[in-house]
């Protein structure tokens, strides 16, 4: 599989897309690694950048974050970046079951592996607005891009999955709420790390 492949038909006309995704036959580890590792770069690398040189306001200061302590949640963002990708496919492919999805375990793996990896590129892409680390904007094209990420679940996977529109429907929800849950545990993960002390340290100012 070539890098990045898709990436921008899943934008352009994504019905096309979705069915040249299911042609490809890929395993799960060369969709993944294809792209993930790469368009994870996106937001961690902006987000580095803009906590260290352009900085963020809080009250009415505009702090910034030491080296040490951007490269250090960089890191760790871009660790549970590729986990929390990896098990959103996981995920995927054991509920696939439930569905009746068609076709062997490693089509199922390679499909669901799939639908994570291309319905999470939107929020990828959108990442460079960590450039400007403005809460209300971040979180506002973050928003957008996450609402563009549900619309391709519902309309990948009965091309993808080979779904009638009933059984889609179900597993797209099922998808979704599963994304959402991710997302939560992701987030008391980070309230986690930071009462151990791996939280953000600032620049003298």
Not at 48 to 56: E, K, L, N, P, R
Not at 75 to 97: D, Q, R
Request: aromatic share 12%; proline share 4%.
């Amino acid at each position: 599989m070539r890098l990045l492949s898709h990436t921008i038909g899943i934008f352009t006309n994504p019905d096309k897309e979705w069915e040249a995704i299911r042609r490809d036959k890929h395993s799960f580890a060369q969709v993944f690694l294809s792209h993930v590792p790469i368009l994870a770069l996106i937001p961690t690398i902006s987000g580095y950048i803009g906590v260290t040189q352009v900085g963020f306001r809080i009250g009415d200061n505009v702090q910034k974050l030491t080296a040490g302590s951007a490269l250090s949640l960089s890191i760790l963002t871009y660790i549970a970046i590729l986990i929390g990708v990896y098990l959103f496919g996981e995920f995927i492919n054991w509920m696939a079951k439930t569905y009746n999805v068609e076709g062997d375990e490693p089509t199922r793996h390679y499909e669901g592996t799939a639908l994570a990896v291309f319905v999470t590129t939107p929020i990828f892409l959108v990442g460079f607005i960590g450039l400007y680390p403005n809460l209300w904007v971040n979180a506002a094209v973050t928003m957008l891009a996450a609402c563009y990420s549900i619309y391709l679940i519902y309309e990948g996977i009965p091309i993808l999955m080979n779904l009638d529109k009933d059984r889609a429907f179900l597993y797209a929800t099922s998808v979704v709420t599963v994304g959402l849950v991710l997302l939560v545990t992701v987030r008391i993960g980070t309230v986690i790390l930071w009462s151990m002390g791996i939280g953000p340290v600032y620049q003298n100012t």
